[in-house]
């Protein structure tokens, strides 16, 4: 299973290097089975759910290789349009695969997806959105069979502006007959991103960044070789450690603009941000003040992905901060372990309140999600004594190196 184990309290000084996002690349995954021609992705991470989607494209037909920090994706053909629970369960981003199943092959049978247990993320909004485009879906013994041998162009408003149906449908859009639309469509940085992925790829999509998407299908895309942005969420959780550190580090390889949010919050907790073209820099000497309320939106609010961290700052800043969760109902699960460190907070349904204490200390904890895992070793960063953190295999499905990277800035960290 895997451990952590940090001796806190030391300062974290020196650049890190921030990693291809992990939400931006594993969407591209599910695009390059769009066409018969090699795709290569730049900036790619060594993480589980990379190699999770790997094994699933692998299974479809695709041929995987890794080229230093790229994969290159080659499916000739789809020789599969069935992704067994076995490997649905282990990864949320396999329904970012129906789309361009349909796509290419018209027909798939996919498993209800799994992923971190962070409350109810129901896929109904995915399915509405492809009978929107008259993709014919049943959902029978666990498994939802769709045919898209009648697909075609259409007007598609989503009720909630959910990255993963966006997406899903941008992907069965480029290649149907006719005009697509998507009226409520999210923002996030990583729809612009799948946007110029399929754009390199031939594709005719416009509007991604806004709340209204048009992609004018194409008959066919072909091979691209394509960077994906960095990691915010990678990036805004060693701000988050730097914050409760102390130090000064600099992040090399993101942007400012995509953490504007965040920015904002833990600047008014006595750190000092700045950017120099695509770098951050954060200088933080004393500790951090409470940062009032802070409420999880669909970007570009503050990111559900980065509640947890933030709320490692809360539970040492000086005063009280009120943290609600608007995204997910269940993404308190950390606190209880925050709590075993030293931390006092209260939850009452998706609020959480925090008055900070001077230090954190040193306790035995689980990680029983990906983000709230990486909280975890946060705290450890900050705690006194040992921290120890168990199932480090969900932190492992979205951070590449961390050990190493968090070694390198001069913590106490080692991975058992």
Known sequence: M???IINGGRSLNGNVKIQGAKNAILPMFAGAILT?????IENCPNIVDVENMSKILHLLGADIERKGEGINITCEELLHNEIPARLAKELRSSVFLLGPMLGRGRKAKVAYPGGCDIGLRPIDIHLKALSEMNVKIQE???????????????HVTLDYPSVGATENVMLLAVT???TTTISNSAREPEIVDLMHFLNSMGAKVSGAGTPFIKIEGVSDLHSTSYRAIPDRIEAGTYLTAVAVCGGEVTLEDCKMEHLNAVVSKISKSYCKITEESDNINIIVDGRPCAMDTIDTQPYPGFPTDLQAQISVVASVA???TVITENIFEARFKHVPELIRMGARVKVRDRTAIFNGVERLRGAEVNATDLRGGAALVVAGLNASGTTIVNDIRHIERGYDKLEEKLSALGADIVKV
């Not at 029978?140 to 259409?154: F, N, P, Q």
């Open 2 to 4: 895997g451990k952590y």
């Open 36 to 40: 018969g021609e090699s795709v290569f």
């Open 140 to 154: 029978k013994y666990g498994y939802i069979y769709c045919d898209a041998s009648e697909m075609r162009g259409s």
């Open 176 to 178: 149907a007959k006719g």
């Open 318 to 320: 000086k005063g009280t």
